[in-house]
């Protein structure tokens, strides 16, 4: 793996996350090339030492960068992921890896695009990548070489951890850990409003919730336990934490969390109807 040329078209939040965490974990940056629309994010690729190309200054860029690739990364938005891959298709080796970060753009769509090349995957990252903590879902086509996913594999365990799965479940996944750092801050944003509404500073409330949420994370993933015991070890029977449990089981709270996950699921059918 140490030896593959990496191309990365579009190189935003979720591009210049992998890259970098590829990049820590020590493959060679001479093998890395990543495209821009602006020529101001192409400098700054390469003042990092990658071999970067804005559409601004080459109209080519993502089929001059992509044409000797081992691995193609789409991080462009998924309504730009067809053009891309029309721009592509003629100069791109065909056992190429071609993997989509693109939400709701099915491996038919980049099929149609692609139509010589097997290797299409489809990936759903989250940015906690950027700090080496993401969680990848990655879904291989039907004909794709088991070596494809192997690659992608390898490409994303250099950010975090991967889960591999059946396409039809991509659109789910994405629900749960693509958009779930956002899930996260919004009931971190909640909790806080609700202490600052009883009587703390705005500071004390960042330090009341934040350092709780990390705490707990870090204790759920350190011992190891199910996050029903550590919560059982803090609700003793007929005390207040049982109260706050109760509140929030009246309120339907897994109703609510199953409501969200398919408003997100069929905005992600919307997404694949309109072809992005
Ligand atoms: N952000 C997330 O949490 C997340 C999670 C999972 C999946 N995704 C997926 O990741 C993809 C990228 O999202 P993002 O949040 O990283 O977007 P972003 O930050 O806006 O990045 C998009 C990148 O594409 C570049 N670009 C625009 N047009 C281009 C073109 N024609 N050719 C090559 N590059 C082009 C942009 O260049 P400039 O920098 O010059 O504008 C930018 O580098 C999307 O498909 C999204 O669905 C995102």
């Not at 992998?18 to 493959?27: N, S």
């Not at 491996?107 to 990252?125: F, Q």
């Not at 879902?137 to 992608?152: D, F, K, N, S, Y």
């Not at 550590?230 to 609700?235: A, D, F, H, I, Y």
Request: hydrophobic share 45%; charged share 20%; aromatic share 4%.
């Amino acid at each position: 793996m140490q030896q593959l040329k990496i191309c990365f078209l579009g190189t935003g939040s979720m591009g210049s996350a992998v890259l970098q965490g590829l990049v820590a974990a020590g493959h060679p940056t001479k093998l890395i090339s990543a495209t821009t629309r602006s020529e101001e994010s192409a400098a700054k690729l390469r003042a990092a030492g990658i071999s970067a190309l804005s559409l601004e200054s080459s109209s080519d860029a993502n089929e001059l960068l992509s044409s000797d690739a081992d691995v193609v990364v789409l991080g462009v938005k998924p309504y730009q992921i067809a053009d891309v891959l029309t721009e592509i298709r003629s100069e791109l080796p065909k056992d190429a890896v071609v993997i989509s970060m693109a939400a709701g753009i099915e491996l038919t769509t980049m099929a149609e695009k692609l139509p010589e090349h097997n290797n299409l995957i489809r990936s759903m990252p989250n940015t906690p990548a950027l700090v080496g903590k993401g969680v990848t879902g990655l879904a291989a086509a039907p004909q794709a070489a088991p070596g494809a996913i192997e690659i992608a594999t390898w490409l994303f365990e250099a950010v975090g951890e991967v889960v591999e799965v059946a396409e039809k479940q991509i659109n789910a996944l994405s629900a749960i850990s693509g958009s779930g750092p956002a899930w996260m801050y919004f009931l971190v944003e909640k909790w806080e409003q609700v202490a600052i509404a009883n009587g703390f500073t705005e500071e004390q409330a960042a330090t009341l919730v934040r350092g709780t949420l990390a705490g707990s994370a870090q204790l759920l993933a350190s011992t190891g336990e199910e996050p029903a015991e550590l919560r059982r070890k803090v609700t003793s029977p007929g005390g207040t934490t049982e109260r706050i449990i109760a509140t929030l089981e009246n309120a339907k709270l897994e109703q609510l969390f199953e409501a969200a996950l398919q408003a997100a699921v069929a905005r992600a059918k919307e997404i694949a109807g309109d072809k992005g």
